[in-house]
């Protein structure tokens, strides 16, 4: 198995990414190589000092660009080999099983959109966010901004496609509970849209537990809520920043005493355990899914940690086939209901 | 001063409202006479057991029926003395100045939109609701759901509102921030209705910042942020369950040694001092900004101290004035950019 990953996707630059490699390569027994992408010369020097210079599951493919974090999806035109563009390529021309895009995220999906293409009869793609629920299972959000407007329809694709992903690769049993994000638990609720997309839901192949509100997402209500990805969106960077704002306030109460501050050494464990948690590193990047590969799009900020997670993700991903699983579900929904036709 | 309060609009009954009023009482030096509203026979004895009862500065308007939690605004045609339609009552014809309701915030926009009316030439209200920050002061996030769908015009209408209720009853200062929520920074982002909400933010007589992501309602980078109900409400109910899921898990996190165990006990003024912060309770309930009354929505878990910070923010909105400023507002903006005209 070969798994590529954009090597200059960082804020840090590439030794996070590599440092994540490195975890990857001692942990996963897979024997999978990892193709990193970037510039040559500055991969290199830092892949010596990871001590993976010349490591045998480790191959540099060079690329002159790099897509900066700034640079709109429009710039890829004039980027034709930046690290991106031939992350994808390597998918696309069948060099690697997976692919993993950190940085950039829109021009992430825009090079992986227009690069692979999407599983037939699919036209578009949706962001599938794994968080940590109160049960202790994670729950996908999909779509998490790929598309900001979603039809009915699209919503019953999410669904189909974040189940499977939930049930092969997250493990999180045989029937994952659907929920439609809405302002209400009732049938009926939301505008004409979200009414369309909850009677297709009752038809998809998915175990679909009908409406769900923003705080289902948390208490461990479902394995999947549905969305478009303006909702999601705002809500995942809500979230992201409220559990950051939530541990500030925290260090800076403990800064109230020294009985405080002891209480504060006295709690390093739990500490340790809740940002296990919290962490999203924990579920490892968030795939794309519908494009016509394997793509899991990480954070510009990714730790090691994350890294090696997203390379995880992507890795069994590739085993269990998830899109030929995808793929297979999406023909038993055109058979039962023809995709497309209801809304 | 007289402010109304729905008696019976809590999950857990009179009670912890009663405790909320006599909390009031207590420290608000203002005179103002707080007007219960519910069953009067179940309300005496609850007023009795407080210590209330004969008090000089309450009153009992006895309602004899209830919309209970679960019920559609429909229903309200046959609880025509349920306790919200009477509160709405009493602002409405004069008898008091302002009116907390709590429990069914279905029921209790319907009521209060149909009984009260809107600010001219409003056609709509929008739930403000403010929400702690990272630098500590707070952002209202308006719309939380009185409405699904916004216009661009609504949502200038919500900015200038919101700004005005930020700057004289939160103490925000002489101009806060506005930021337009999107999927990015950068103006043209989003679907067209954003960007014609941008453009007629520009032209408001508000401080606008320009867009804003998810987790700037959070890091402290504006005092009011914008959106549409559907968004607002998801948003706002996904955080308040993670921000108690992460307090359910550092809670487990502190179980698990006798080390941590006392860590735990030596935290507790760390604990206190973050509950505070996080504390929604702690800016009391939320305006419904647009009609013709000075409204604050309560939840129906409202714990005393809820139930006495909406009472203040009601008399302090009262005091200040805020519907008239708010109409000033709109009389200024009528005059530079016509409401209803742009879009």
Avoid at 137 to 160: Q, W
Avoid at 276 to 299: M, N, Q, T
Wanted: hydrophobic share 45%.
């Amino acid at each position: 198995m070969r798994l590529a990953i954009d090597a200059m996707g960082n804020d840090a630059g590439p030794p996070p990414i590599v440092e994540g490699v490195r975890l990857f390569l001692e942990r996963d027994d897979s024997g999978a190589t990892v193709v990193l992408v970037g510039r040559e010369e500055v991969l290199r020097p830092v892949l010596a000092d990871a001590g993976l210079e010349g490591h045998e599951r480790v191959e540099i493919v060079h690329a002159t660009q790099v897509m900066e974090m700034h640079e709109k999806v429009a710039h890829l035109r004039e980027k034709r080999d930046s690290s991106i563009i031939r992350l994808v390529g390597e998918v696309k021309e069948g060099r690697a099983d997976a692919m993993v895009a950190l940085g950039n995220t829109a021009a992430a999906i825009g090079a992986t959109c227009l690069g692979l293409g999407f599983l037939k009869p699919l036209h578009r793609a949706g962001i599938a966010v794994p968080v940590p629920t109160r049960e202790g299972h994670p729950c996908v959000v999909i779509d998490m901004g790929a598309n900001t407007c979603a039809k009915p329809r699209h919503l019953r694709d999410y669904a189909v496609m974040a189940s499977v992903y939930s049930r092969r690769v997250l493990h999180t049993g045989d029937a994952p509970r659907v929920g439609l994000l809405n302002v209400g638990e009732e049938a009926g609720k939301g505008n004409k849209s979200l009414r369309e997309a909850y009677e297709l839901l009752q038809q998809a192949p998915v175990n679909f537990v009908g409406n769900v509100e923003g705080g289902d997402i948390y208490n461990g209500a479902c394995e999947v809520v549905v969305c478009d990805g303006f909702t999601g969106n705002t809500i995942l960077k809500a979230s992201e920043e409220l559990a950051s704002t939530v541990a500030a306030w925290l260090r800076e109460a403990y800064g109230a005493s020294w009985v405080t501050k002891i209480g504060a050494l006295l709690s390093r464990r739990a500490f340790r355990i809740l940002k296990k948690r919290i962490s999203y590193a924990e579920y490892g990047g968030a795939p794309l899914l519908g494009v016509d590969g394997v793509c899991i799009i990480g954070h510009g900020r990714s730790s090691p940690d994350a890294v090696y997670n997203a390379l995880r993700v992507a890795g069994e991903s590739v085993h269990v086939g998830l899109n030929g699983l995808i793929r297979s579900e999406l023909v038993t929904l055109a058979a039962g209901s023809p995709v497309g036709s209801a809304a």
